[in-house]
């Protein structure tokens, strides 16, 4: 592995740092959604895109810098340190724009793309469902085909950002009547059009970035699909491929910070504690250098495979037992979320209420574990007794 930038990754680097420091703050804390945040990101947005920092590797030719893998690496690398408002352009450009671009038209690249890149429309992903969450391929959604359109009816969950969204891509089935993962379709939908209907869940950490979203004859025009009918699986494949990557890491407290906090608070004196930080900071250390064998792979042209899973496994885990810990040793100071009364501005509290969440979004940590069980160890697959049936034989 090389844990070196090249000459060249390291002019990047310092061009992208310089480009950063002249437009945002760097970042004290965690990340601070205040009222105009939605507003703040689109602008943030826009100067990326002016700048073609946007999306890296994106061809010029529809906004992009025409940049290498390593080079977008780089770019997250640094803009992480600084206070940027990302959060409601993570889905759309990370994971269902790229699939438009896969999958979709010159039609849909050129009505789409540059709008998103540019920050002028926000995309959300709808495929849960409340019998199908890991088990995406469960789901009962449907589409009906009537003449040139489809209709669509059926119930999504957990969908982030809906609720600020202007399009999504839906994962819906065309065919109930052969194996469940050959019957799907995905279409690109209009979130703002008659019988889509939005309804945020109020999250136990105050938030609401989720959402219900329901569709009662929903049409939309069969130009607007995107694959072949029936072949939605392996479009889907795409995205959650992105979104499994996109999920890896985790924007909370680590050790370091935990550390500093339990220094001004006097717990370092404390044997048990002091093992448990140990732990944090192999665990953080053998992550970092499973992702510098992903930067290796990038930096020489080549793919990472499925063993980038093992990211969103093991931060999900070390968030939430960081957290805990955290507020453990806050003693009955450690019920208080209020961000001007509760110690480290409630970061650990506030990181605690969503983190069991992470654990869940872009694959549970059991299809996660399935996958590098399956793909990177080699050992057999789970019995599938659905696996040849008619997904309506169930």
């Known amino acids: 592995m090389d844990f070196t930038d090249s000459t060249e990754e390291a002019a990047f680097r310092a061009e992208a740092n310089a480009f950063l420091s002249q437009h945002l703050q760097p970042k004290k804390g965690a990340a601070i959604r205040t009222g105009n ?12 895109a002016e700048n073609r920092f946007a ?3 994106w061809p010029k030719e529809i906004g992009g ?18 206070d940027a408002p990302t959060g409601p352009f993570a889905i759309g450009l990370g994971m269902c724009v790229p699939t438009v671009i896969a999958f979709g038209s010159d039609e849909h690249k050129q009505r789409y793309v540059q709008k998103a890149l540019f920050g002028d429309e926000i995309w959300c992903q709808l495929f849960s469902e409340p019998a199908a969450g890991s088990d995406v391929a469960g789901l009962k959604t449907k589409a009906v085909k009537d003449g040139d359109d489809w209709v669509i009816n059926g119930q999504k969950v957990w ?3 809906a609720h600020y969204s202007d399009y999504g891509i839906v994962l819906v089935r065309t065919d109930p009547d052969v194996p469940k993962h050959k019957g799907l379709t995905m279409f690109i939908v209009d979130m703002k059009q008659e019988g889509v209907e ?14 219900e979203v329901y569709f009662t004859d929903v049409r939309i025009a069969d130009s607007d699909r995107l694959g072949e009918p029936g072949m939605g699986w392996k479009v889907a494949l795409v995205t959650l491929m992105n979104e499994r990557l996109a999920v890896g890491g985790s924007p909370g407290p680590d050790w370091a910070e935990i550390m ?6 006097g717990s370092m004196s404390d044997a048990a504690f002091r093992a448990k930080l140990a732990d944090w900071y192999v665990a953080a250390q053998g992550y ?3 992702k510098f064998r992903t930067q290796t792979a990038l930096s020489k042209g080549e793919t990472p495979g499925p063993e980038n899973s093992i990211g969103k496994v093991i931060n999900a885990n070390h968030l939430q037992d960081i957290c805990n810990s955290a507020i453990e040793m806050q003693d009955h100071y450690g019920i208080i979320s209020d961000k001007d009364h509760a110690p480290a501005d409630a970061i650990f509290q506030e990181s605690f209420m969503w983190a069991p969440g992470l654990r869940i979004a872009g694959g549970t940590d059991e299809i996660l574990k399935n996958i ?3 793909r990177v160890l080699g050992l057999p697959q789970d019995v599938r007794v659905d696996k040849d049936k008619p997904f309506s034989a169930f």
Do not use: C
């Open 37 to 48: 945040y939605l507003q703040r990101a689109k602008a943030w947005q826009k100067v990326k």
């Open 55 to 57: 999306q890296i590797t």
């Open 65 to 82: 810098r025409g940049g290498s893998p390593m080079q977008q690496v780089i770019w997250n690398q640094e803009e992480s340190k600084f």
């Open 159 to 161: 969908t982030s950002g």
């Open 198 to 211: 939005i309804r945020p869940i109020h999250q136990a950490s105050g938030g609401s970035e989720f959402n």
């Open 260 to 265: 500093d906090y339990a220094r001004s608070s």
């Open 288 to 290: 970092k250098l499973t």
């Open 372 to 374: 590098i069980a399956e």
